[in-house]
C-alpha cells in the first residue's frame, strides 16, 4: 500500500522523463510518471477511462469512449475515409457494444466524425444524441448525403451497405441539441458541456468533469482568424487534453493573405479566359468562400463573373448556415444586419441536379466552379477536372486539406497525369493552394491552446492527424511545457 502511495505521489512531480519506443509503426511518448504509476492500468484512480477507435495516427475516424464513474459516453463516431468513401474499415464491428453507451456526444458536422453514428442504431444504441442546434441540423443533411455516396458504392463494387436508410432515419430521433455552456447532468457525478470550437458553424469542445477533473475532447480546433466564426474558447483548467492535429506540424502560410490570393487567381482566370476550379468541403469552406467573393464584388474589387456552386451538399449546408447568424463573428454579424444574403450574389448558380451541372460545360469562360468534393475523393470536381485540368488557362486552386493518396494531394505534388474516372488526364493547369483558409489550427496554434492551460494539464493525448504530424506535437508537448503527451493507438484504453 505505501509503494502504491509513493508511485502514485511521482505524478506530481515537476521534472518529466521522455522514452520514445517504436512498436508496430507506432511511437509511444510516456512521462516517468507514467511509467511509475502504471499508464494503462493505474493503480492510482479508476473511475476515469478514455479509449481509442479511431483518429489514431490519422485525421479521418474520431470515435472516442469515455468512462466516467460507470457512465459510457461516446464523443464522435466519424466515418474513417482513404481512397474511397466506404473504407472496409468502416464494415469492423465496433470494439465496444453500441446498446451499452449512456450517450453519444458530437463535437461536429463533418463526415470523419459523425459517419458512423446510423451504425450505432443498428448495433443497438437508443440513448440520446447531444450536439449544438447547428450540429444536429448538420447531422441529418451530412449523414443523407453521405447515404447517397454509400449506396452508389456499395452497389458499384457490390459491396453490404454500412446502414439502411431506416438505420439513419432512426437514428435522426435521438438528437438532442443544447445550447453552448448548458451543463447536463449525467449522473454518478458525470457533467458535460459543449464549448465554441470556432472549427464550423457549431463546432464544439466537450468538457467534462468529473471527481474534481477536468476532460476536453477537442474534436476540430478552429483556426484563427475564421471569416466567419468567433475564436476558440479558452480552455483554462483542463487536466486531461485530447486534442486534434491535423496541422500539428505546420503552419498555415496564407492566413494574412488568403482573401488576396483568391482575389488573385479570380483575376488571373479573367485575363486568361481560363476556369476556376476550387474543389469545396461543403461545411464551412464553402460558406466562406462564398462570404469572400460576395465582398469582393461588393467593393467592385473583381469584375462580375458567373460563379457555380456545383453541390447540392454545399447548397443544403449554406441553408442551414443563414437559419444561424447567432453564431457567426461580429463582423459577419453586421454584414448579415446590412444584407442577410451574405451567402448569394448576382451571377451566383446553384446547381442542383446533374443535367444543370453538364450545362455549365456550355457557359464560356471565365468562370468560376465550385465542387464537391474538398478531398477530390469523389463527387462533381472530378468531371469539371476531366474537362479542364489539361487547359493552361485554368487553375485549380486546392484551399483544404488533402490526405496522401488523393487526388488533390497528387495534384499539388506535381504529377503529370493522373487518372480520374477512368481516364489518364493531363495536369497542364496551374495548380495552386490557400491553406490559410483551413478551419484547422496551425501547429503554433495548437501550441498557444496548450500552453494556455498548461498549468493543470496532467495528460494530452494526441490524436486525429497523420503519425508525422500527431507524433511532432505530442514530442513538443513534452519538450516544450514539461507535460506528459501520448500519441494514443487503435484500440488502447487509458485508466487514471
Not at 35 to 51: E, F, H, R, W
Not at 132 to 143: I, Y
Not at 249 to 255: P, V
Request: proline fraction near 5%; include cysteine; charged fraction near 25%.
Amino acid at each position: 500500500m505505501m509503494a502504491g502511495r509513493l508511485l502514485c505521489g511521482l505524478l506530481t512531480l515537476p521534472n518529466f522523463v521522455t522514452v520514445s519506443f517504436h512498436q508496430r509503426r507506432y511511437e509511444r511518448l510516456f512521462s516517468f510518471a507514467d511509467m511509475a504509476c502504471g499508464l494503462v492500468y493505474s493503480p492510482c484512480m479508476k473511475n476515469i477511462a478514455i479509449s481509442f477507435f479511431g483518429g489514431t495516427s490519422e485525421v479521418t475516424g474520431a470515435c472516442y469512449l469515455a468512462e466516467l464513474n460507470g457512465k459510457r459516453l461516446l464523443v464522435d463516431c466519424g466515418l474513417l475515409q482513404g481512397l474511397r468513401f466506404s473504407e472496409d474499415r468502416n464494415r469492423e464491428p465496433f470494439p465496444f457494444d453500441p446498446k451499452t453507451l449512456d450517450a453519444v456526444i458530437i463535437t461536429h458536422g463533418h463526415i470523419d466524425h459523425i459517419g458512423r453514428i446510423p451504425k450505432l442504431w443498428r448495433g443497438g444504441f437508443r440513448g440520446k444524441i447531444y450536439s449544438t442546434h447547428p450540429t444536429s441540423e448538420l447531422l441529418s443533411v451530412m449523414l443523407m448525403d453521405a447515404f447517397m455516396l454509400m449506396e452508389h458504392e456499395s452497389e458499384r463494387h457490390h459491396e453490404e451497405l454500412l446502414y439502411t436508410k431506416e438505420d439513419l432515419e432512426h437514428v435522426l430521433t435521438l438528437r438532442h441539441p443544447i445550447e453552448y455552456y448548458q451543463k447536463i447532468d449525467m449522473g454518478d457525478g458525470v457533467v458535460f458541456e459543449l464549448m465554441n470550437a470556432g472549427h464550423i458553424l457549431g463546432s464544439s469542445f466537450v468538457r467534462f468533469s468529473v471527481g474534481g477533473k477536468k476532460i476536453v475532447f477537442t474534436g476540430d480546433v478552429g483556426n484563427i482568424p475564421s471569416v466567419l466564426l468567433p475564436p476558440p474558447d479558452d480552455i483554462s483548467g483542463t487536466n486531461i487534453l485530447i486534442i486534434e492535429s491535423a496541422y500539428g506540424n505546420r503552419n498555415h502560410a496564407h492566413t494574412a493573405d488568403r482573401a488576396v490570393m483568391l482575389e488573385r487567381a479570380i483575376e488571373d482566370v479573367v485575363a486568361r479566359k481560363g476556369v476556376l476550379m476550387i474543389p469545396i468541403f461543403a461545411t464551412e469552406r464553402t460558406q466562406e468562400i462564398l462570404y469572400e467573393i460576395n465582398d469582393m464584388l461588393f467593393k467592385k474589387r473583381v469584375p462580375e463573373l458567373p460563379v457555380y456552386l456545383d453541390s447540392p451538399l454545399a447548397i443544403k449546408t449554406t441553408e442551414v448556415f443563414e437559419k444561424f447568424p447567432l453564431y457567426y463573428n461580429n463582423e459577419a454579424k453586421v454584414s448579415y444586419r446590412h444584407d442577410a444574403d451574405i451567402f448569394r450574389f448576382k451571377k451566383l448558380r446553384f446547381v442542383e441536379t446533374k443535367e444543370e451541372s453538364m450545362a455549365i460545360n456550355d457557359a464560356p469562360p471565365p468562370k468560376v466552379i465550385l465542387a464537391g468534393s474538398g478531398m477530390m475523393t469523389g463527387g462533381r470536381i472530378l468531371h469539371h477536372a476531366v474537362r479542364y485540368l489539361s487547359d493552361p488557362a485554368s487553375i485549380l486552386l486546392i484551399v483544404g486539406y488533402q490526405p496522401g493518396g488523393s487526388l488533390g494531394r497528387r495534384l499539388l505534388d506535381h504529377e503529370p497525369q493522373v487518372k480520374i474516372l477512368g481516364q489518364m488526364v493531363s495536369a497542364r493547369a496551374e495548380v495552386r493552394i490557400i491553406d490559410g483558409f483551413s478551419a484547422h489550427a496551425d501547429q503554433e496554434q495548437l501550441k498557444q491552446f496548450i500552453w494556455n492551460t498548461r498549468d493543470t494539464l496532467e495528460k494530452v493525448f494526441v490524436v486525429q492527424g497523420e503519425y508525422a504530424a500527431s507524433s511532432h506535437l505530442a514530442q513538443a508537448v513534452v519538450d516544450n511545457f514539461g507535460i506528459s503527451a501520448v500519441v494514443p493507438r487503435f484500440g488502447e484504453r487509458f485508466e487514471f
